[in-house]
């Protein structure tokens, strides 16, 4: 148990160490920053809180002194929350409002450090057992001590939770939005370990032995933290991320036309620009030219379809219209090329119109219906 424990804290410390670094390499361009300077601060005291409880998960003493790590894994963690606070308030307040905020909450936080180190100085911190900070023990004055910590990290949690919401909605930047929404679901799951915590307090005070699911807590703090430092680095990453996802959409597209594509091309070569290649670059050009070819190559097919002839085959029972319509006309294609290599065309040809009044007009929507014909038309099989 105190392995996955162990490794729950070194996946938040490095995840923390992680954002640190990516954060201080643009340091020459937000240094002056003070939005970027309290980042940087929240994200030292991330890695401190996170250092501290690896540390306190090998060794009883710090320094020298029993329970040091234990102690200043929990008074950074509440000046980690009252940073991430006030990185709150500068994204998303006034700068007045938030100079207003950003005292109230220094001083919340200076209030709360003092009182836990009082506590854990009257319950003989150093003294005790290590394990006595992880359930207790039923020590009252270590209870007291280990509940005020868990109300320091709740109480943020759901201030950052009703806060994140309207600030997404009232901001125009995309990349601070979706950092807010992270914000809030770290938020959450954090709020969830804080809840896990008390559990596990509570119920070793009365007794009770919840055996496994004491990790509950720690599987929590790590991947709270985990969220925590993706949201905190969003603005960043998030823009550069957005567009990998894209042209990894845009070459899933491009690729999954290509079969049909092809056919279409053997058949008809007149209906490229240039001569196919195997590079992807200029990635949306490229879509854009095989969406258009395979129009020009359906076109050209017209003579040739047999509108009156049945699909084959077919997506299966319970399929949505627009599948069993996609595999109609994937079948349509298959045997109008057969039929234009043989020179036979059928009478019930209705060469006129497009393509079932398809809006090419929206390329998005055309792209996911040609990739629909060319899945079907890849499981029908390339015409022969």
Request: hydrophobic share 45%; proline share 4%; glycine share 6%.
């Amino acid at each position: 148990m105190n392995t996955i424990r162990t490794l729950c804290f070194g996946i938040a410390a490095l995840s923390s160490y992680a954002a640190l670094a990516y954060r201080l390499s643009q340091a020459r361009r937000s240094r002056k920053d003070s939005a970027y300077r309290a980042l940087i601060v929240t994200l030292l005291l991330q890695c401190l809180t996170f250092t501290m409880g690896a540390l306190a998960m090998g060794s009883g003493s710090f320094l020298g002194v029993g329970n040091l790590a234990i102690l200043l894994m929990h008074l950074s963690a509440v000046a980690f929350c009252v940073s991430a606070q006030i990185i709150l308030l500068r994204w998303a307040a006034s700068d007045e409002d938030a100079a207003r905020r950003t005292r109230y909450w220094l001083v919340t936080g200076i209030v709360l450090d003092v009182a836990l180190t009082a506590l854990f100085l009257l319950a003989d911190g150093p003294g005790r057992p290590a394990s006595d900070f992880d359930t207790g023990s039923g020590r009252p004055l270590v209870l007291l001590y280990l509940l005020a910590f868990i109300v320091s990290q709740a109480v943020p949690c759901v201030t950052i939770f009703r806060q994140c919401g309207p600030y997404a909605e009232m901001t125009d930047n995309a990349s601070l939005r979706q950092a807010l929404r992270m914000l809030s679901v770290a938020a959450v799951v954090l709020f969830l370990y804080c809840t896990a915590r008390t559990v596990n307090i509570l119920t070793a005070a009365a007794g009770y032995d919840i055996g496994a699911w004491k990790l509950a807590s720690n599987l929590f703090s790590a991947t709270g933290i985990v969220i925590l430092s993706l949201s905190l680095t969003n603005s960043s990453w998030g823009p550069t991320a957005a567009r990998l996802l894209e042209w990894s959409r845009t070459y899933r597209s491009y690729r999954a036309l290509y079969p049909l594509w092809r056919d279409l091309y053997e058949a008809s070569p007149d209906i490229a620009l240039e001569p196919p290649g195997p590079s992807v670059s200029d990635l949306d050009y490229r879509l854009h030219r095989r969406v258009v070819e395979i129009r020009d190559g359906w076109r050209d097919l017209r003579p040739y379809i047999d509108r009156a002839a049945p699909g084959s085959g077919g997506p299966g029972t319970g399929a949505s219209e627009e599948s069993r319509q996609a595999f109609t006309e994937a079948a349509q294609i298959k045997r109008a090329l057969q039929a234009k290599r043989t020179g036979t065309i059928p009478h019930d040809n209705k060469d006129a119109g497009d393509f079932e009044d398809r809006d090419s007009d929206n390329f998005t929507a055309e792209v996911a219906w040609l990739t629909k014909v060319a899945s079907a038309y890849s499981k029908l099989g390339s015409a022969s």
